[in-house]
């Protein structure tokens, strides 16, 4: 019984210690609460994303899956196949307006693994249903990774869709060659995510005029380095002390008037 006895001792603690800071915080943003950010993160126990990004309560939406997919919009029409993702969305970016959309990937995700496993029988309709929701939402990942060649060293690079206008951009996967090739794999996912959310017609006009922008980190849960999709620098860079002002440099570059008025 020790995981659920452990939910249950949980909960006695935060009764004990923690309730009454929570409810202080929660009135705090009494009705009104004005999160952050959207993130899609992987469901795996070990990526914690309030914890690497250091969030508070009514910082962020969070929504979790397996292999952290956000499932491309094409199957909208059919109200059966209507996605959390969807939804969500539209409940933060449509409904309210918020200004960032985060795809959260990390390091030896399991479902990432099961989809290295599949590459090769991506067509096959049949599958447990962990298989076939891997395979309905990462076959265009498949794709992109057929860029990653033993000639370029498995780095690529992989031409991405570039939400705010018609044109590509480059990303070289990897090139300091830290990683394994289904760590590789699941940076290439990571930044597939945000060409599926570009293509969801609801989003195209905030996207168009930078008014909402899409951002990938990537979690290292063996080093506990976390890294930011550099569109610029055309690779995932370490967000620490260093980098930081760089890269918000680079986010402020991208991001519209309205935006930078409200920072
Ligand atoms: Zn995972």
Same mark, same amino acid.
């Given at each position: 019984m020790r995981g659920f006895s452990k939910l249950l001792e949980g909960i006695v603690k935060y009764n004990l210690f923690d309730k009454k800071h929570t409810?202080?915080? %929660?009135?705090?943003?009494?009705?009104?609460? $004005?999160?952050?950010?959207l993130m899609f993160s992987c469901m795996d126990s070990r990526v914690v994303s309030t914890?690497?990004?250091? *969030?508070?309560?009514?910082?962020?939406?969070?929504?979790?899956?397996?292999?952290?997919?956000?499932?491309?919009?094409? $199957?909208?029409?059919q109200i059966a196949n209507?996605?959390?993702?969807?939804?969500?969305?539209? %409940?933060?970016?449509?409904?309210?307006?918020?200004? /960032?959309?985060?795809v959260a990937g990390h390091s030896d995700c399991k479902a990432m693994r099961l989809l290295y496993d599949l590459?090769?029988?991506?067509?096959?309709?049949?599958? *447990?249903?962990?298989?076939?929701w891997i395979k309905k939402n990462g076959w265009r990942t498949i794709e992109k990774f057929q860029y990653l060649k033993e000639e370029n060293s498995f780095t690529g690079p992989v031409p991405f869709m570039q939400e705010s206008e018609n044109t590509k951009f480059k990303i070289t996967i990897d090139p300091g060659?830290?990683?394994?090739?289904?760590?590789?794999?699941s940076q290439v996912n990571c930044i597939q995510q945000l060409e599926n959310i570009a293509a969801y017609p609801f989003l195209k006009e905030r996207l168009s005029q930078n008014d909402l922008l899409l /951002?990938?980190?990537w979690y290292d849960i063996h080093s506990g380095n976390v890294f930011l999709l550099s569109r610029e620098r055309q690779r995932f860079?370490?967000?620490?002390?260093?980098?930081?002002?760089g890269l918000m440099q680079e986010v402020k570059n991208r991001a519209s008037a309205k935006i930078l008025s409200e920072s």
């Open positions: 409810l202080f915080q %929660l009135k705090l943003y009494g009705e009104n609460p $004005d999160p952050l950010s914890k690497f990004t250091n *969030s508070d309560l009514g910082d962020n939406y969070i929504v979790k899956n397996a292999g952290n997919f956000v499932p491309y919009p094409d $199957d909208l029409e209507t996605t959390t993702a969807a939804g969500a969305l539209e %409940l933060t970016c449509v409904r309210q307006k918020i200004r /960032h959309v985060v590459r090769k029988q991506m067509d096959a309709k049949t599958g *447990s249903p962990l298989e076939l060659q830290q990683f394994n090739i289904v760590d590789k794999l /951002h990938a980190f860079v370490e967000v620490n002390e260093r980098s930081y002002f």
